[in-house]
C-alpha cells in the first residue's frame, strides 16, 4: 500500500513537472510572437509636408487657409514637397497656383509660382521650350474638344488650286498649353475657341510660323497618354479617289504579288521665270 503511494506520488511530481515545463515553453512562444508583432507594428519614420486644405484652380493666389502640414511616410517624400507652410508664405511674397489641385494634394514647387511670380504661361513652360498660338476655328480647332494639358498633332494643309493640293502632317504629339486665355489643366468643359497655345521647340515654332504663312493648320486630338511617333506620308488631291481598307496586322503585307501597290506621290517643282510652282506627281510600286 506504501509502495503504490510513494508510486503515484512521483508520477504526480513527474507529470506536474512536465505541465510546468510545457506551459514555461507556451508562454515563451507566445512572448517571442508578441515581440515580433510589436517590432512589426512600430510605424515608420514621418516628415511634415504642405498639402492643399481646399481645391483651389490654375491661377489662385494661395494663402494659409489653402494650405496645412500632414505626416508624410519618410521614404516616400514627394519630390519638390513643401516642409512647413512658412517656406510657402513668407508674409512677404504672393504665391500662384500653376495647376489645378485636388484637396489634401501634396503641394510641389513645380506647381507653384516661385515668391511674387505671376501665373503666366511663361511660369508653366518647360524649361528649353516656348509657346507658339495656332489660330483654330470650330472645325479646325476639334470642335473645342481640345483641352491644356492635352497632346495634338499638326497638319498642313495647302493648295495653289484644286488640283494641286495635299495634307501634310507637319507636328506630332505636342503638349497644349492653353485654349484661348485658359491654361488651367482641370478644365473639363469643351468651348469653342479661336486660338490654341502649343509648347514646341524653337525649330518647330519656326516651321509652324512659315506653314501658317502658305496654308492652313489644323490639329487632331491624341489619345490620352499617347506620345509616340506615327510614320505618315503626304495626301495630295489624287489620293482622295483611293478608298480606305481595312486596317492590315502588323508585318502582313496585304498587297498580293504581281499587283500594283499603294498609290504614293511626290512633290515636283517648276520654274517658270521667277515663278515656281508644286506638283504632286502620282509615282506607283509594283511587287
Do not use: C
Amino acid at each position: 500500500m506504501r509502495s503504490r503511494t510513494v508510486m503515484m506520488i512521483v508520477m504526480a511530481l513527474v507529470f506536474g513537472t512536465a505541465a510546468v515545463w510545457a506551459g514555461q515553453k507556451w508562454l515563451d512562444r507566445q512572448s517571442s510572437r508578441l515581440q515580433q508583432m510589436q517590432v512589426v507594428a512600430k510605424p515608420a519614420a514621418t516628415q511634415k509636408i504642405v498639402v492643399a486644405a481646399v481645391p483651389f484652380k490654375f491661377g489662385t493666389e494661395l494663402s494659409r487657409e489653402h494650405l496645412r502640414e500632414i505626416e508624410w511616410p519618410q521614404g516616400a517624400l514627394p519630390k519638390g514637397a513643401f516642409g512647413s507652410i512658412e517656406e510657402i508664405l513668407d508674409g512677404t511674397t504672393r504665391r500662384v497656383a500653376l495647376s489645378g489641385t485636388e484637396e489634401n494634394e501634396p503641394i510641389l514647387r513645380t506647381r507653384i509660382t516661385g515668391p511674387g511670380q505671376r501665373a503666366s504661361l511663361s511660369a508653366v513652360l518647360t524649361e528649353g521650350m516656348k509657346a507658339f498660338t495656332v489660330r483654330v476655328n470650330d472645325v479646325a480647332g476639334v470642335a473645342g474638344f481640345i483641352l491644356p494639358g492635352e497632346r495634338v498633332d499638326v497638319l498642313l494643309t495647302r493648295s495653289a488650286d484644286r488640283e494641286d493640293g495635299f495634307a501634310d502632317v507637319i507636328l506630332q504629339g505636342i503638349r497644349v498649353l492653353a485654349v484661348d486665355q485658359s491654361a488651367d489643366e482641370r478644365a473639363d468643359k469643351p468651348a469653342i475657341v479661336k486660338a490654341v497655345t502649343l509648347e514646341v521647340t524653337t525649330a518647330q515654332a519656326q516651321k509652324l510660323t512659315l506653314a501658317a504663312s502658305v496654308g492652313t493648320l489644323s490639329l487632331t486630338l491624341r489619345a490620352a497618354g499617347v506620345a509616340t511617333y506615327e510614320p505618315t506620308q503626304r495626301v495630295a488631291v489624287n489620293d482622295l479617289a483611293q478608298p480606305d481598307g481595312p486596317p492590315v496586322p502588323e508585318g502582313v503585307d496585304a498587297t498580293p504579288t504581281g499587283t500594283v501597290g499603294p498609290r504614293r506621290t511626290m512633290a515636283v517643282g517648276v520654274s517658270r521665270g521667277l515663278k515656281r510652282q508644286e506638283y504632286s506627281v502620282p509615282v506607283q510600286f509594283t511587287h
